[in-house]
């Protein structure tokens, strides 16, 4: 049972371009939403999260758009860059004091094209 | 000043044989992780380890186990390695239920 759905599997945008990333959850005790970024060969790196009770998030070139009614998320890089073609990952936890790691989607491989 | 480092980097190892990774992280953090990326780079938790308690996937064989000689560091022990152990293996930690920071990951084949 995949708990968190993340599409596309793979994008290719124009250098300037707008990538955009989108997942979406079951699980209503989900509240806390991360995206990752990682690199071949490197570890996941945190990019941006956002918590149930905002409906956006901006950090720089990166947001996050959220949507509690329809239980999704997305990812949205503006003025994307060769320099952010990576795998991105969307995840949520449910938070509140337990030890629960995270549940990832299962990843967007990003080509920005130069 | 790594936050979170793993070792080794890379590991080869035979069918059957027990292998240990190491995970330390400076930053002060009270909890710690361990997650399995497959071939397909799909993200799995392992392990969560808080303040002595320890929560397990369920899906995790018993042939792995974590153990944390303090609270800076949380091991993961594998026995009797099978084919399909191979992946990589990234340690995390985490204030409390806050951000999770990764390691550079281990890549473990087992042949």
């Known amino acids: 049972q995949q708990q968190v759905k993340q599409s596309p599997q793979s994008l290719i945008v124009q250098k300037g371009g707008i990538s955009i990333i989108n997942c979406a959850y079951e699980n209503t005790a989900f509240d806390y939403f991360p995206w990752y970024q990682q690199f071949p060969g490197k570890g996941p790196a945190l990019l941006i999260a956002i918590r149930p009770d905002v409906s956006e998030k901006k950090e720089g070139r990166f947001t996050i758009s959220f949507n509690k009614s329809a239980k999704q998320f997305s990812l949205h890089i503006m003025d994307s860059q060769p320099g952010d073609s990576a795998t991105y990952f969307c995840a949520a936890r449910e938070s509140g004091g337990g030890a629960d790691g995270l549940t990832f989607g299962k990843g967007t491989h990003l080509i920005i094209q130069p | 000043d790594t936050a979170v480092s793993q070792t080794p980097k890379y590991l080869v190892t035979q069918m059957g044989n027990d292998k240990s990774i190491k995970c330390e992280q400076n930053?002060?953090?009270?909890?710690m992780y361990w997650y399995k990326q497959d071939s397909k780079k799909f993200l799995k938790i392992m392990f969560s380890y808080n303040n002595k308690e320890l929560i397990i996937n369920e899906t995790v064989p018993n042939r792995f186990s974590p153990k944390s000689p303090d609270k800076a560091h949380l091991n993961l022990h594998i026995n009797s390695l099978e084919l399909g152990d191979s992946a990589v293996y990234f340690c995390?930690?985490?204030?409390?239920?806050?951000?999770?920071?990764f390691g550079p990951g281990t890549r473990l084949t087992v042949t």
């Open positions: 995390a930690s985490s204030q409390l239920w806050r951000e999770q920071y």
């Open positions: 930053l002060g953090h009270d909890t």
